[in-house]
């Protein structure tokens, strides 16, 4: 079992504060797997919400109170593992009786799930939890899995250095993760096929099944349309309102759909950035996908990335995924203006510098100014701007030309 160190990390950050973490994340990005990797530093007892006879542990609270005394000890003094809590009816309010009554129980929890726990969290865990969204491996961690001397070698060179240059091997990972993306289980598979037919399974096991409770029979065929189109929009706005029409669903009924797969973080949704409301073209969002692989296996193609017409999509979604390691949902935006000024994404960090990165599956011999930063960085406080490309490295400008690689390194500071 491979360590990710940064979410170790954030898990003890969060319980020097709170008494209950959740690490909240699609299926199969190895929320158990943290759980296991924090257990063995920190041992507790185990309960799985998906067993059917965990819902009469919690059916009272005496009745869940007894059995933890007699599984962890009479104090509740201890570290309780809650896998899948979702599943678990009345769950929040079990958890705030728990750690109430028994100041030194700690609580670590997964969910596959956003529907119900963030308002149940809001309403009943208030000040009590830290909730640590949990996504499938970064680039870094990919290599990591892959081969850990290799990732050790990758750590030792910075943004200025040419990677693929230095380590040839690193371009050759990175277009097998635009093409499987990085679910844990997949990326310790080896054999291409073999990925290929893991990804079905998780599509077909776990998608497909999860959603099956929240859609009704007579709009199945309609959501497997939807999911399918979505999947070629990667990178675009989503104009649901179109699609309802190409789906056959009702025009509400299409964005529940859409919010559904968002809480269950199949897919992310990016908001305009706008600091002239007038100038702003639209209030629609880009879609992106929380899995590559997962993305691809919807969209039915494995090809080789340099003949596929959607590699600068691929690219795209692999640099918002790189994000969001760094940066909160909250704080990645697009931006595009009525005169056609496009940027990929804007970030804004926590000190508020204002961050535009450009994205471009394509090799540049020397710099080029990109005419859309330099009129964003007029209007706008900009300190440093980038553009992700295949090869050139320049960092002699505000606007710095990085690898693909290096996107975790982003900051907003600096001339």
């Not at 963030?118 to 949990?134: T, Y």
């Not at 690193?170 to 844990?184: M, N, R």
């Not at 931006?335 to 204002?354: A, G, L, M, P, S």
């Not at 960092?395 to 690898?403: E, G, L, P, V």
Request: proline fraction near 4%.
């Amino acid at each position: 079992m491979i360590d990710r160190e940064n979410y170790k990390e954030k898990i003890k950050k969060g319980f020097s504060v709170n008494p209950i973490v959740i690490l909240l994340g699609a299926r199969q990005v190895g929320k158990t797997s943290l759980m296991k990797i924090y257990s063995r530093e920190f041992p507790g007892f185990w309960i799985n919400g998906e067993n059917p006879d965990t819902m009469q542990l919690f059916s009272g609270f005496s009745i869940i109170e007894k059995y933890l005394k007699v599984n962890i000890n009479n104090k509740l003094s201890g570290l309780l593992f809650i896998d899948e809590f979702q599943y678990i009816d009345n769950i929040s309010v079990m958890l705030k009786l728990l750690t109430d009554k028994y100041p030194d129980l700690k609580i670590l929890c997964s969910g596959s799930s956003s529907l119900d726990i963030h308002q149940q969290v809001k309403e009943s865990l208030a000040g009590r939890v830290r909730i640590i969204p949990v996504y499938s491996l970064s680039f870094n961690e990919y290599v990591k899995f892959n081969d850990q001397t290799l990732y050790e070698n990758l750590q030792s060179y910075g943004i200025e250095d040419d990677i693929a240059v230095f380590l040839p091997e690193i371009p050759v990972f990175l277009k097998e993760y635009l093409l499987y993306g990085g679910l844990p289980k997949i990326v310790l598979t080896k054999d291409p096929y073999e990925k290929e037919e893991l990804l079905n399974d998780i599509y077909q096991t776990y998608l497909l099944r999860d959603v099956r409770q929240y859609v009704q029979n007579k709009d199945f065929v309609g959501f497997n349309k939807l999911i399918k189109i979505l999947s070629s929009q990667t990178g675009n706005l989503l104009n649901p309102n179109e699609i309802s029409k190409t789906v056959q669903l009702p025009y509400k009924t299409c964005v529940n759909y859409i919010h559904l797969l968002q809480q269950m973080f199949i897919i992310h949704l990016v908001s305009p950035f706008s600091t002239n409301k007038r100038n702003e073209i639209t209030k629609m969002k880009k879609i992106y996908f929380g899995d590559l692989g997962l993305r691809n296996i919807i969209y039915n193609s494995f090809n080789d990335i340099d003949i596929r017409t959607d590699k600068g999509s691929l690219l795209e979604n692999f640099v918002y995924l790189e994000l969001l390691k760094t940066f909160r949902s909250g704080q990645i935006f697009y931006y595009r203006t009525k005169d056609k000024t496009e940027i990929d994404f804007v970030v804004t960090d926590r000190k508020q510098n204002i961050i535009p990165v450009e994205v471009k599956y394509k090799k540049f011999d020397t710099p080029v100014n990109v005419r859309a930063i330099t009129e964003f960085a007029k209007a706008n406080r900009v300190k440093r701007s980038y553009i992700v490309n295949l090869n050139l490295i320049d960092t002699s400008n505000s606007q710095r030309f990085i690898q693909p690689y290096r996107v975790g390194e982003i900051t907003g500071e600096g001339k």
